[in-house]
């Protein structure tokens, strides 16, 4: 008898995950396509931005912010660790330049933090790209900012 209930648990468990697992991965928030750009990378002359022309961000994942600037182009910021871990997209970015600085080029050149309940979390960017229009139209519908 003590046999056949422990048998009939463990079945139970496994029927129980096997039923979960499918929610689980449909849960699964969309990927970006490509690997992230290399620690350090910043954007060439011309594609620079200022924090005044953002209009709109989403968390593509705990490492990635992809901001709308000007409403034509889409730039990918990477931070170091994972200071975007719990965010969602509706919690509004705090953006900073340094003193003396009118644009961003360079990760340096970018404060970045996350305001959570009023709270900021600060983040290290580490790169910043411009998106092609490739990769911007492969983009998830949710993660377009």
Do not use: W
């Not at 290399?38 to 992809?66: E, F, V, Y």
């Not at 309940?117 to 490739?134: A, L, T």
Request: aromatic fraction near 2%; charged fraction near 20%.
């Amino acid at each position: 008898m003590r046999l056949a209930i422990i048998a009939l648990a463990a079945g139970a468990a496994v029927l129980s995950a096997a039923v979960t697992a499918p929610a689980a991965l449909a849960a699964k928030p969309p990927a970006l396509t490509t690997p992230p750009p290399p620690s350090g990378t910043g954007l060439p002359t011309g594609q620079c931005i200022r924090s005044s022309d953002i209009r709109n961000h989403t968390i593509a994942d705990k490492h990635t912010l992809l901001i709308d600037v000007r409403g034509k182009d889409t730039y990918r910021i990477t931070m170091r660790g994972g200071c975007l871990a719990g965010a969602i997209s509706s919690d509004p970015i705090i953006t900073r330049q340094p003193p003396g600085a009118s644009i961003i080029c360079k990760p340096i050149d970018m404060d970045v933090a996350i305001s959570r309940g009023g709270f900021p979390s600060q983040c290290i960017v580490d790169s910043i790209v411009k998106m092609s229009p490739e990769e911007v139209a492969a983009l998830p519908r949710k993660l377009k900012p």
